[in-house]
């Protein structure tokens, strides 16, 4: 039944579901605070699955999970009980609530079609995350037992082999992709497996060590890289240039021992320029003397001063960075270019996303999720871009070319 990752997956249009109880993995692992809601962006995000189902006659079971809660239980703080109400009110229907996704056959077998049900935060228990694949495979079975189909919504998670992900499809020899995975799946693999060129990179964050993998995969996919953040100083300092303050990642602890991350940099360099591929990297900088909100200082060129660190690329930087950015035809974007939360030092970030806003006609925009999700609302050109993964570590994992085990589970299109 599992085939590839990014393959075309059986979908939620290709099922039968009218009378069929469908248990539904969605990622409903929303930021709380005080028992409120504080963005229910992912609970929308899944409407549109919901809906189709709930309107095709389907009895519905949803199940997610929220947080990380200790492995003693139930924990309130951590409760889908919130959100099972929030979902009632967006789709203007009542939904029911089990508060043991453990112990609700009999909650599931009083559903009529039409009816919805969320199960309780999965995490409650240690089975769902469990590195035992017979302890995850006991839980799936349970759940797989609440239904006659399995649809997976949960693109945030795919990249984790738990119970709820890959135990229940095997269970039940069938898993189908809802709208938000299937959008996911395409995105992903229009970008990666057969590109309108040409195709840029756009990579920032703070650390070279998070995103290594990303950037030696990327180089065998991509025309051109422009690099930012933080990691972009790490490069700077491998191609022997001045980087001041500012925080430059020179080495790491890895599994074996201490990592040469400035080398792991010029091997990069190196292996781009054998690749044929065009690495660019700042040429100055928005400073300061320190890690404060203030009017910067710009640099002259790509070398900062030692009493100065790097929290922006600078205006130079802003518009060869944006000039490339202009012709692409693909752009892959993960990890915003400066300290956008900033305000003297959100440009080069927003400028990244106004570019591919203005360019959405020619340029397919991919946006990884976590910061660089993050900044792109925050620039208010995120309505623009073609694409804004709901996934963090999901999207960078599909980025690094690994194979996420929550799709890899569902059902290749015959």
């Known amino acids: ?7 075309p997956k059986l979908s939620i249009d290709d099922l039968n579901m009218k009378d069929k109880n469908v248990i539904v993995r969605v990622d409903f692992n ?3 605070k005080d028992g409120a809601i504080l963005d229910d962006f992912r609970i929308k995000s899944a409407i549109p699955t919901l809906a189709k189902i709930n309107e095709s006659g389907g009895r519905l079971i949803i199940m997610s999970h929220m947080g990380r809660p200790k492995e003693t239980g139930y924990e309130e703080k951590f409760s889908l009980k919130t959100v099972a109400d929030h979902l009632g009110k967006l789709m203007s229907k009542p939904v029911a609530f089990a508060p043991d996704c453990m112990d609700a056959g009999e909650q599931v077998a009083k559903l009529a079609s039409g009816d919805i049900l969320v199960l309780e935060n999965l ?10 694949k017979a302890l995850r495979m006991e839980m799936a079975r349970k759940l797989a037992a609440y239904a006659d189909l399995y649809v997976s919504d949960a693109f945030g998670t795919a990249h984790r082999d738990a119970a709820s992900m890959t ?7 069938q898993g189908a992709s809802g709208y938000l995975m299937r959008k996911e799946i395409d995105y992903f693999s229009k970008a990666l497996k057969d590109p309108s060129k040409p195709v840029v990179a756009i990579v920032g964050g703070a650390k070279v060590s998070d995103k290594i993998q990303l950037l030696d995969n990327m180089l065998k996919v991509v025309d051109q890289m422009v690099i930012g953040g933080a990691m972009a100083y790490t490069f700077l300092n491998a191609a022997g240039k001045n980087t001041g303050k500012s925080m430059c990642e020179k080495e790491a602890t890895g599994k074996n ?5 400035i080398a792991l940099a010029q091997k990069l360099l190196a292996k781009a320029k054998d690749m044929g591929v065009d690495l660019l990297l700042p ?3 928005r400073c300061a003397p320190d890690f404060k909100d203030m009017t910067p200082h710009v640099t002259s060129d790509e070398n900062i001063p030692a009493d100065q660190m790097a929290l922006d690329i600078g205006p130079k930087t802003q518009d060869l960075y944006c000039e490339v950015l202009s012709k692409a035809k693909t752009a892959i974007w993960n990890g915003p270019m400066g300290v956008f939360e900033f305000e003297n030092f959100k440009h080069g970030t927003f400028a990244v996303a106004k570019t ?13 999720g976590g910061d660089s999700a993050s900044a792109a609302e925050k620039s208010g050109h995120a309505p623009k871009l073609s694409h804004i993964s709901t996934g963090g570590g999901a999207s960078l994992e ?6 996420l085990p929550g799709l890899a589970i569902l059902t290749d299109k015959p």
């Open 1 to 7: 039944m599992p085939g590839s990752a990014l393959g």
């Open 30 to 32: 929303v930021p709380m």
């Open 123 to 132: 995490r409650f228990y240690p089975n769902e995350g469990s590195k035992d």
């Open 167 to 173: 135990g229940v499809p095997e269970v039940m020899g």
């Open 257 to 261: 021992g201490k990592i040469d991350i």
């Open 283 to 285: 040429v100055d900088h």
């Open 356 to 368: 591919l806003a203005d360019h959405n006609s020619t340029c397919m925009s991919i946006v990884g």
């Open 398 to 403: 599909l980025l690094e070319g690994k194979v």
